[in-house]
């Protein structure tokens, strides 16, 4: 499970994007009720991902974020200093716990792009007091080769126009009984 969380003065948001065994990758995008600070978000972020994990009873589950604040408070190598933060400190940790086998790891930001890019969407989003849902379609435009002549253009678009006939049963010639 990778996470982010994104914060500006018009919004926060956090992504946070599963890969199964198979590799099939399974993004979230949230969008953030109240304006938060960046380490605020990310612990959103994380604790939203591991919410998910528990409903789905997800084990083994390998976490990478690339806050190192966040992750460092998690592994106890940074003291948690600012009391707005030690809600959701401990909260993570006790839905980490109630996972059990769960490793937590720093990445570096090129090395959580899709997390980063979700968390980023849902706080450029979070203005709207409506629910969004964006499809994220696979695409791939080809355009045609056309000449800089209009007629030549015109002469190609009838070339490529293929012609469909509806053929009625009764146009096929049978014997009646």
Not at 107 to 133: C, F, G, I, V
Request: glycine share 6%; charged share 25%; hydrophobic share 40%.
């Amino acid at each position: 499970m990778y996470f982010d969380g994104a914060s500006h003065k018009e919004g926060a948001g956090a992504g946070v994007v599963f890969v199964t065994s198979e590799g099939e990758v399974l993004p979230y995008s949230f969008t953030l009720t109240q304006n938060c600070s960046n380490n605020v978000a990310e612990y959103q972020a994380l604790i939203l991902g591991l919410e998910i994990a528990v409903d789905a009873k997800q084990l083994p589950l390998k976490v990478y974020g690339d806050s190192q604040l966040v992750v460092n408070q998690l592994l106890g190598l940074y003291e948690v200093k600012k009391p707005e933060l030690l809600p959701y400190h401990n909260y993570a940790k006790r839905l980490m716990g109630w996972l059990g086998d769960v490793e937590l790891e720093h990445l570096p930001r090129k090395d959580n792009k899709q997390a980063d890019a979700l968390a980023k969407l849902a706080s450029t989003l979070s203005m709207t007091d409506k629910e969004a849902r964006i499809p994220i379609c696979k695409s791939w435009v080809i355009p045609p080769i056309f000449s800089d002549d209009e007629d030549d253009m015109l002469q190609e678009e009838e070339n490529h126009v293929t012609e469909v006939f509806e053929v009625e049963e009764e146009d096929w010639a049978t014997t009646t009984g």
